[in-house]
């Protein structure tokens, strides 16, 4: 695979009960496209994502960006460079344009307006942000990411809980930004949501890659593991 930006060797992440969340696990991620985590519910997959910009840091292995070890960077450097959405967005009290303003307290009112119409929320800078939807706190979250103009962004099942219609909004704006050239990597348990969004996909099963690839090769040709969490749909 050509262009890896995220390398993970032999990592090794433990609880504070001593159990490993991640064992031993090899991956790679490319730095092109969305990348889409998917596995079982609790098998690793927002350690991983965690770990890829150092709001987790391994117990053993290595982890790097672009080639360089992480524990070399800035943490808070590599989160402007490598943002982050959640499950759940934050709306913090103010504006939207305020909520905004805490990734760049500097962020003139061109540039706020300019983030939020990219999402979708054009004329929305004045608005409270406690009162928008929840798919609305979602793309305000989003645009508050981009803030900082990342390299890449890390999503974590962002829509999990959202509506179909505006869950289908922030997949598409996924899609629009890795066009435009901001990939990202996605995790999700839904696997229509799977399919619909990775270009590469890394299938993560009890701490482990079971399998990683263009998504049309790991599906093609799956394990029985692989073939067992996708025959298992995302029953959660
Ligand atoms: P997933 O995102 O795939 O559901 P996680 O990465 O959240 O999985 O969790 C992997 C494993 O680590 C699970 O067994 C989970 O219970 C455990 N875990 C997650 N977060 C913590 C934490 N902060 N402290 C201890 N154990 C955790
Ligand atoms: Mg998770």
Same mark, same amino acid.
């Given at each position: 695979m050509d262009g890896v930006l995220f390398e993970l060797s032999e990592v090794t992440v433990r609880g504070p009960d001593g159990r490993e969340r991640i064992s031993g696990m090899d991956a790679r991620i490319p730095d092109h496209g969305i990348t889409v985590l998917a596995g079982p519910s609790g098998s690793g997959k927002?350690?991983?994502?965690?770990?890829?910009?150092?709001?987790?840091?391994?117990?053993?292995?290595?982890?790097?960006y672009r080639g360089a070890p992480m524990e070399d960077m800035d943490p808070l450097e590599l989160r402007r460079r490598v943002a982050m959405v959640f499950q759940r967005p934050t709306a913090l009290p103010g504006s939207v /344009?305020?909520?905004?303003?805490?990734?760049?307290?500097?962020?003139?009112?061109?540039?706020?307006? /300019?983030?939020?119409?990219?999402?979708g929320l054009g004329g929305f800078a004045d608005r409270r942000a406690a009162e928008l939807?929840?798919?609305?706190?979602?793309?305000?979250? +989003?645009?508050?990411a981009l803030l900082t103009d990342p390299e890449y962004v890390l999503f974590d099942?962002?829509? *999990?809980? +959202?509506?179909?219609?505006? /869950?289908? *909004?922030?997949?598409? +704006?996924?899609?629009?930004?890795?066009?435009?050239?901001?990939p990202s990597c996605w995790v999700t348990h839904d696997l229509g949501q799977m399919?619909?969004?990775?270009?590469?996909?890394? !299938? !993560?099963? $009890?701490?482990?890659?079971?399998?990683q690839g263009h998504l049309d090769d790991v599906l093609r040709s799956r394990?029985?593991? !692989?073939?067992?969490?996708? /025959?298992? $749909?995302?029953e959660e």
């Open positions: 927002s350690t991983m994502l965690r770990l890829c910009n150092r709001l987790e840091v391994p117990g053993a292995g290595r982890v790097s /344009a305020d909520n905004l303003r805490i990734a760049d307290p500097g962020a003139g009112e061109a540039r706020v307006a /300019a983030m939020l119409e990219r999402v939807s929840g798919g609305e706190t979602q793309r305000m979250a +989003l645009a508050r099942e962002p829509t *999990s809980s +959202l509506d179909p219609s505006a /869950a289908r *909004s922030i997949e598409r +704006l996924a899609a629009q930004l890795a066009e435009d050239g901001t399919r619909r969004l990775a270009h590469h996909l890394v !299938v !993560v099963v $009890g701490g482990r890659v079971a399998q394990s029985a593991e !692989v073939a067992s969490f996708l /025959a298992g $749909g995302d």
